[in-house]
């Protein structure tokens, strides 16, 4: 079955420093992948997606191209703020499994100033 | 963008008494949603998919009969934890994709947060 893969945490930056969180996937199909972050108390948001092979998510500095070949979508961050401590979650959605999204397990971002 | 609502927030209650959840898909129709259960640090676990005009499919190891579901409308769907005990305690949230949509983006509730005592 589909399954995703992610850099274990918690991942600990100081403010300004780059961030990389890997993640792999496996999947029947062409899925569509996903990062999510999730905030203290709160639901998941999008943060970005890409949809095919090639493609690069983008959105509030983040970034992630899907990778076919690798079966990755690494999420990097060149400049990370204080705001950005959160859960971030890598998600594949694939319509050969009943339209479920397969999860990573999270990992956790603390940026300190 | 699309929004999902989740109420309550947050409930606190007794063992054995049951508790609903409701979700709502804000300013779009979707004849799916999905509801998780998510432990302290741990990621999302799929319970169940609501569908709507039909009955919901449950993962393995999930309790129909504990956990209902019905999905109402185009824009709603209802967890139910029947009977709660301290076990059921958990951050419950749903998700839903747009029926317009194709990119398989998934919009999430705030969470529910059940304590039961």
């Known amino acids: 079955g589909d399954s995703v893969t992610q850099m274990e945490g918690p991942v600990t930056l100081s403010e300004e420093a780059f961030l990389t969180i890997n993640c792999t996937y496996t999947?029947?199909?062409?899925?569509?992948l996903f990062w999510y972050v999730q905030y203290p108390g709160e639901g998941l948001q999008l943060l970005l997606k890409a949809t095919k092979a090639d493609d690069k998510g983008s959105n509030k500095g983040f970034e992630a191209t899907y990778r076919k070949e690798t079966t990755s979508f690494h999420l990097e961050k060149g400049s990370v703020q204080v705001s950005d401590s959160a859960v971030y979650f890598c998600a594949l959605r694939s319509y050969t499994n009943a339209g479920k999204s397969t999860f990573g397990d999270g990992t956790t971002l603390t940026v300190k100033p | 963008g699309a929004v999902v609502s989740q109420h309550p927030s947050w409930v606190i209650c007794k063992s054995g008494t049951s508790v609903k959840i409701e979700c709502r898909s804000l300013d779009f129709q979707a004849t799916t949603m999905f509801w998780y259960r998510q432990f302290p640090k741990q990621s999302l676990m799929l319970m169940a998919t609501?569908?709507?005009?039909?009955?919901?499919?449950?993962e393995q190891g999930v309790e129909k009969d504990k956990f209902l579901i019905n999905h109402a409308s185009l824009t709603l769907s209802t967890l139910t934890v029947t009977s709660a005990h301290p076990e059921d305690s958990s951050f419950y949230i749903c998700?839903?994709?747009?029926?317009?949509?194709?990119?398989?983006?998934?919009?999430f509730g705030e969470g529910s947060r059940l304590t039961v005592l």
């Open positions: 999947a029947t199909g062409y899925p569509s």
């Open positions: 609501s569908n709507e005009g039909s009955k919901a499919t449950y």
């Open positions: 998700s839903a994709n747009p029926d317009n949509s194709n990119t398989g983006e998934l919009f």
